[in-house]
């Protein structure tokens, strides 16, 4: 299959390898050479000579294809679902919900709202000198879109944003992370079965060197979701190019507990919020916020939600939180538990490996006696740990909530639908959801992205199309036979008579505007245009 075929071997780079493997057993699923710089050059090259075939093809035959897409993905749902546990370890609850559903809805919304997005779109004036244009908007696609993916959400994250890039008619060149690339080729395999041309919808399977290259081949748009780090060097790159990137990064979600919360709901919210994709989710509760009153009970339940999550293998549908990624993640999580138990963090459940289960499973962990300067408060852990921090007043949650380089999402848990959404606007972040968290990654109407360090443009909803289009202005005189009154020939009653037709549009009183209308109004017979 051409798509899979750009990674095909360059002695090269024999080395580099992109490897899957099952996070909760250790086995080796099945590995690639990495896509050569040659081979990703080629797959742009040839997405690129496609893409206007298929933007030819029209939105009303692309929002087909999408249908079919959507039928085959529900009629394989649960396949789907098994490999992304599989390859990635969450729980097949999760695999079902929070990527295959998640994917359903993106392509619903592309489906009944692409085509009234990408209709011309008269654009209305209000300059009187301008009045005899007719302009419109046109929504025309970038051409190849390279998207570069991270392995937490494997299939949702590349699935989402390609669905977007395509309808608006884009071709896409996938470069997965290089521990997921199976449910990308899945991902493939289905839209091309769908109808999408093979060129259309390309992956290049490799590691950082090969979505680099990607980043350098030429594509007209980068939708990049990984982490600050990574992010930062592909944006000075970029940068350099003047190339439009979409960045989708990290963050340190804060999740604020108002003493009027309800204890039961919020504790769920937060166990749940916390530990959801083994917290390897980048819309998270990284850190929890919760006011003095309510602070014991608060972690007390917390603590007791905890001790009863089910940790195990993603495939057995009696497990509530799976394994961590790889043994690099493990480390870091561990390493910000250390630190803070160090610095006087008490662990409150969890906190330490599970290797009677496998090589990367890492039990729940419930902190409190946290402080503000503690890593795990401040940088992103990405794994199952939900610190807890108490607060007296609003003001100095807020101000605990924004003390952050991270903006990507935050909550707020309240009885008061009115007090929640206060505080809501004062949160710098992205999103923020009052008495619920993460849940928003699943309203595809969302605009999903951060502020800050974490990140720049959205993907999903009219925002996330927006994103995979260039805005271009057209405009058409209806008077084609008229010379435009502001042309050469300038001179001193042309200069009168514009200072009238500056008071005609913006004097205060009405005696000026008529005396500024009729000084213009010499203008429209001008002599001595050139
Ligand atoms: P990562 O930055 O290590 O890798 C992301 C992708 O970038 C991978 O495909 C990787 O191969 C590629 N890459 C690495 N170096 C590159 C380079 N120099 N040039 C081009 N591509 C390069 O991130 P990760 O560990 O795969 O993912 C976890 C991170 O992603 C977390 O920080 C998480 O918060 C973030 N994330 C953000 C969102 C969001 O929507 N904001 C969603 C999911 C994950």
Redesign the pocket.
């Known amino acids: 299959m051409r798509s899979i075929n750009v990674m095909a071997a360059d002695p090269q780079v024999e080395a580099r390898k992109a490897v899957s493997v099952d996070p909760a057993t250790g086995v080796r699923l099945r590995q690639w050479d990495c896509t050569s710089e040659k081979d990703v050059h080629l797959a742009v090259k040839r997405a690129g000579a496609a893409q206007t075939g298929w933007d030819d093809l029209g939105v009303g035959r692309r929002i087909a294809i999408l249908r079919n897409f959507q039928q085959l993905l529900y009629e394989k749902k649960s396949e789907v679902a098994d490999l992304i546990t599989k390859e990635a370890g969450k729980p097949s609850a999760e695999a079902l919900l929070t990527e295959v559903l998640v994917v359903l809805d993106a392509a619903r919304f592309c489906i009944d709202h692409a085509y009234h997005f990408l209709r011309q779109e008269p654009l209305p004036h209000g300059n009187l000198a301008m009045k005899t244009k007719a302009g419109e908007i046109l929504r025309q696609p970038h051409g190849v879109i390279g998207i570069?993916?991270?392995?937490?959400?494997p299939f949702s994250?590349p699935a989402t944003e390609s669905l977007a890039a395509l309808v608006t008619g884009n071709a896409v060149v996938l470069?997965?992370?290089?521990f997921t690339s199976l449910c990308a080729l899945e991902l493939a395999s289905l839209f091309h079965e769908a109808g999408v041309p093979k060129d259309i919808f390309q992956v290049a399977v490799g590691?950082?060197a090969t979505?680099?290259a990607l980043?350098h081949a030429d594509i007209g748009k980068l939708i990049?979701?990984?982490?600050?780090?990574?992010g930062r060097?592909?944006a000075e790159q970029a940068g350099a190019r003047l190339l439009p990137v979409v960045l989708?990064?990290?963050?340190k979600d804060p999740m604020i507990v108002l003493d009027d919360a309800d204890i039961d709901v919020a504790s769920s919210g937060a166990v749940w919020g916390a530990f959801v994709n083994a917290g390897q989710a980048?819309l998270s509760i990284e850190r929890c916020y919760v006011q003095r009153s309510l602070y014991e009970p608060f972690l007390d339940a917390c603590v007791r939600k905890t001790k009863q999550l089910r940790v195990g293998h993603g495939s057995d549908r009696d497990i509530d939180v799976g394994p961590l990624i790889h043994e690099r993640q493990l480390h870091h999580v561990e390493a910000q538990v250390e630190e803070a138990r160090a610095r006087g963090a008490r662990v409150l459940a969890g906190g330490k490996r599970f290797p009677e289960m496998g090589p990367n499973f890492y039990l729940p962990t419930v902190l409190s006696e946290v402080t503000q300067e503690m890593a795990v408060m401040r940088e992103?852990t990405?794994g199952p740990v939900l610190p807890v921090m108490a607060f007296d007043t609003d003001d100095e949650a807020i101000r605990l909530a924004n003390d952050s380089e991270y903006g990507?999402a935050a909550s707020v848990w309240t009885r008061s639908r009115a007090r929640g959404e206060a505080l809501a606007r004062r949160i710098q972040a992205g999103t923020v959801m009052v008495n619920d968290a993460v849940a928003c990654f699943g309203i595809s109407e969302a605009p999903?992205g951060?502020v800050k360090a974490?990140?720049m443009g959205r993907t999903h909803g009219n925002f996330g199309l927006e994103e995979m289009v260039r805005t271009k202005y057209v405009d058409a005189e209806r008077l084609p036979g008229v010379k435009r009154v502001w042309w050469y020939g300038y001179g001193r009653t042309f200069s009168r008579q514009m200072e009238g037709f500056l008071e005609l549009q913006f004097a205060r009183d009405w005696r000026s505007r008529l005396r500024g209308g009729w000084k213009a109004a010499g203008a429209l017979a001008r002599k001595g245009r050139l």
């Open positions: 570069i993916s991270p392995w937490n959400y994250i470069k997965p992370s290089e590691d950082g979505g680099s980043l990049f979701t990984g982490s600050v780090a990574t060097r592909i989708e990064l990290g963050g980048c992103e990405f990507l999903h951060g974490s990140g």
